[in-house]
């Protein structure tokens, strides 16, 4: 069992947040009150949702279980478009799609045929598997769709001038899902490459200090970097593909 923390520990703990903001403050930055703010929405959000699983683990409803996830998903699309600063009607097709046939392909997976759980949808390893994707899909997503519009913003003549020699649309693309795809992924193979040894990941960490051992915690932690990681190739891809068609008209002409 791990070693609960107190309300008042808690607070102790919260008070170490006055060291960034002291230095906000002394250096005259404008993120004292975005921080504060953060922090408290933080705190709201979290004790509620843990209200919330403790009553989804209870009841255990598969049902219930997957109108979460459709709940996650949603969050996910409008925060991503949001963030992408792309019109919301353009982009709330593919990014849920991508969102939701990313998460259920892989998450799915790990379950039944890496996990071998008989209730894939059980509530205690569906519904952290699902965030844990989702939160991974998004930081991608984003990354990638600002990066490829801002290329083709950036770079129309390039996409012109390879129409006009004779390439295919896709082939006239290509250069820009190519720098989206080694612009939001970068970050992921960096993190990949060093697990371990600069950084001891969360999930691992929070499984051995809630007394799992470590070659379990370890064996969860490398599966948890595979799926997230395909799963965010496969929901990029996904939210490109359907985005390209609401991007360009019938004579391959940007339209955004």
Request: with cysteine; charged share 10%; hydrophobic share 55%.
């Amino acid at each position: 069992m791990s070693q609960d923390i107190s309300y008042i520990s808690m607070a102790v703990g919260l008070l170490l947040l006055a060291i960034p903001i002291y230095f906000f403050h002394r250096f005259g930055t404008k993120q004292i009150s975005a921080t504060v703010i953060a922090t408290a929405r933080m705190v709201v959000q979290l004790f509620l949702i843990g209200l919330y699983l403790k009553y989804l683990f209870l009841l255990n409803s598969p049902l219930v279980n997957i109108l979460w996830v459709i709940v996650m998903v949603v969050v996910a699309t409008l925060t991503a478009a949001r963030r992408t600063h792309l019109p919301l009607s353009m982009l709330f097709v593919p990014l849920s799609t991508g969102f939701a046939a990313s998460a259920f392909l892989v998450g799915l997976y790990f379950l039944m045929f890496v996990l071998h759980l008989p209730q894939p949808f059980d509530a205690r390893y569906f519904v952290p598997i699902m965030g844990i994707l989702m939160g991974n899909m998004l930081g991608v997503n984003v990354m990638a769709l600002n990066t490829f519009y801002d290329g083709l913003r950036r770079e129309q003549q390039l996409y012109y001038y390879l129409l006009g020699n004779g390439a295919t649309h896709i082939e006239a693309i290509t250069p820009f899902i190519r720098r989206a795809i080694e612009k939001s992924f970068a970050p992921c193979i960096a993190n990949m490459a060093v697990m371990g040894i600069v950084s001891l990941p969360g999930t691992m960490i929070g499984q051995i200090l809630g007394g799992a051992a470590p070659g379990i915690a370890i064996k969860y932690q490398m599966m948890i970097i595979v799926i997230t990681f395909t799963a965010s190739m496969l929901s990029m891809m996904f939210t490109l593909w359907l985005a390209d068609k609401r991007t360009f008209d019938e004579y391959d002409r940007i339209k955004v």
